[in-house]
Structure formats: structure tokens, C-alpha cells
């Protein structure tokens, strides 16, 4: 069974910084890996989406990268901002008939001005 | 493009009522989904349509949840009676592909 790891729970960090959060997931037969953003009380928003043969997505301050072999996979922010704050969710989709979404527990994020 | 829909935003009710979420997935997306998450928690997901067929129920708690996709579009997901753990955000997703799935805003139920 699939599962997914995020560590850490929380973060907070002074606005400008650059940081690294962390997703561990230990079944490496993934299709693909995907970031989700979630505000307070509100859905998910789609941040990067990574497919299994690639290593990497760049949007904007965002970076996402994937180490299929080792479970890992890291979204880097870069010059945090305030309206960065928010949880930040990893899913795995697996490869095989069974399409469906497996999520870690997220890290709470709080940029301070 | 719409995304995907649902109401209402927030319920408060006490426990032993019931109630029920409403979702209108993107519009083409055959692939629906309902997830359950606990503050704290990511997602889990409740059950999964195809169509208005059920492809993966496993974790609905069918005591008590019940959900039904009319005409492959709309879908509801009701509870009853609820109990102080259904306290969550309900999630309601659709898809095209198999491979990448849009969430709506979700539903707060708050059980008291």
C-alpha cells in the first residue's frame, strides 16, 4: 500500500527566503507526482504536476523535482512571499489499472513579512 | 472553462441529521470523485464514478454515506445520520483523463 510522507508539518520562515519542502512516498511504481496548494478552509489548487520520466517542473518561483528510484520528491520556493502562505500537499498517482490519488498529510506554511 | 462546482460552501448541524453536498463536475470530465479530509489530513478518497457507474467505493462507510451520480453529471453525497468524526471538507474532483484531477472548492461540515 501506498503512502506518502510529508515532513515537515509546519514551517514558517521571514519573507524572502528561499526553502525546500519535503515528500517521501514508498512505492516507486508512480505515473506521476503532483503538488497541490491549499488555502484555509478552501480546494485544492494545482501548483506542478511531474511525470514519472521526468526529473523536474519550473513554474515560476516554483520548482519541483522527482527521484523516482529513492521515493522523493522536493518543491522548492524561492523569495518566499506572505501569499505564500498556505498547506502544501503532495499525490501520487500509481502506474496500473488503479488510478487513484494518494496524499500526504501536507505542510502549513506561514511567510512572516 | 468552469471548474468544478459545489454546494454549499459550509453546513453546521448536529449530530444524528443529516445532509447532503452537491457537485457539478467540468463539463466533459466522465471521471468524478469524492474525498473526505480531516483537518490535518490529506484527502481520502470516498468513492470514484465513472460515468454514473461506481468504479471504487472501498472506503465509503456505507452505514451512513451514500452517493449517486445522476446522468454522469451532477453527483451528491448525503450523509445520515452523521456523527461528530464526519466533521471535514468534503472534495469533490473530476477528470478527462485518468491522470490528472481538478478539485472544487469543497464543502466544511462542522457536526456538533
Known amino acids: 500500500k501506498q503512502e506518502v510522507t510529508q515532513i515537515p508539518a509546519a514551517l514558517s520562515v521571514p519573507e524572502g527566503e528561499n526553502l525546500v519542502l519535503n515528500c517521501s512516498f514508498t512505492?516507486?511504481?508512480?505515473?506521476?507526482l503532483q503538488w497541490f496548494r491549499q488555502d484555509p478552509g478552501k480546494g485544492l489548487t494545482s501548483l506542478l504536476l511531474?511525470?514519472?520520466?521526468?526529473r523536474e517542473q519550473t513554474s515560476g518561483r516554483l520548482n519541483a523535482s522527482l527521484d523516482k528510484s529513492s521515493g522523493r520528491s522536493t518543491l522548492y520556493i524561492a523569495a518566499s512571499q506572505p501569499g505564500d502562505s498556505a498547506t502544501y500537499l503532495c499525490a501520487v498517482l500509481p502506474s496500473g489499472s488503479a488510478r487513484q490519488l494518494t496524499f500526504g498529510s501536507g505542510t502549513q506554511l506561514t511567510v512572516l513579512p | 472553462e468552469a471548474g468544478v462546482a459545489q454546494s454549499p460552501r459550509y453546513k453546521i448541524i448536529e449530530k444524528r441529521q443529516s445532509v447532503a453536498f452537491w457537485c457539478n463536475p467540468i463539463s466533459g470530465h466522465a471521471t468524478l470523485y469524492w474525498y473526505q479530509q480531516i483537518l490535518g489530513q490529506g484527502p481520502k478518497l470516498l468513492i470514484q464514478?465513472?460515468?454514473?457507474?461506481?468504479?471504487?467505493d472501498s472506503q465509503l462507510p456505507k452505514d451512513r454515506f451514500s452517493a449517486e451520480r445522476l446522468k454522469g453529471v451532477d453527483s451528491t453525497l448525503k450523509i445520515q445520520p452523521a456523527k461528530l468524526e464526519d466533521s471535514a471538507v468534503y472534495l469533490c474532483?473530476?477528470?478527462?483523463?485518468?491522470?490528472?484531477?481538478?478539485f472544487g472548492p469543497g464543502t466544511r461540515l462542522t457536526v456538533t
Open positions: 474532483a473530476s477528470s478527462l483523463t485518468a491522470y490528472e484531477q481538478y
Open positions: 512505492d516507486s511504481a508512480i505515473y506521476n
Open positions: 511531474i511525470q514519472s520520466s521526468q
Open positions: 464514478f465513472q460515468n454514473n457507474g461506481v468504479v471504487d
